[in-house]
């Protein structure tokens, strides 16, 4: 599948946000908005023939010298072609030129797909957090760049 990966407006996130079946609850602008004020950040969607696949957004960590990839997500359709892992690309791409030494995310327990496209992609586990049952405890991933 060809599609381009570009930055993202806060109207296409919020779209995306809404049409990724696992996101509980409804987002808003000012969901993102209100995270990404005064930070240095990256916001990006996959899009093929003005259709808008998926996205990806992160931010500096209070840590100058490490970048935390906050939320993403590709619509159910476009899963399993390369997606996610474009714009993974794509984004430590960006950070390393950024001048970021290490990039992490956290994910869940019941995400058993993300935390297996991190490990392919090079990030270890170094935490997990209980919060909830098993399915949700926070799996936190880091990679050195």
């Known amino acids: 599948m060809n599609y381009q990966i570009r930055e993202a407006s806060p109207d296409e996130l919020l779209w995306l946000h809404e049409r990724i079946p696992e996101f509980p609850g409804k987002a808003s602008l000012e969901f ?13 969607i996959a899009e093929k023939d003005g259709e808008l696949l998926g996205f990806k957004v992160g931010y500096q960590d209070p840590s100058p010298d490490t970048f935390y990839s906050w939320m993403g997500g590709v619509r ?3 899963r399993k ?13 960006w950070a390393m030129e950024k001048g970021f030494k290490r990039i992490y995310f956290k994910t869940r327990n019941r995400f058993p797909a993300m935390i297996s496209l991190g490990l392919k992609r090079g990030f270890k586990i ?9 399915e949700d405890y926070r799996v936190v991933m880091r990679k050195e760049l």
């Open 76 to 78: 159910p359709e476009f």
């Open 81 to 93: 072609v390369g997606v996610a892992a474009a714009l993974a690309e794509y984004q430590e791409t």
């Open 126 to 134: 170094i935490q997990v957090i209980r919060k909830g049952g098993v």
């Open 32 to 44: 993102y908005t209100e995270r990404l004020n005064d930070r240095v950040y990256l916001a990006l």
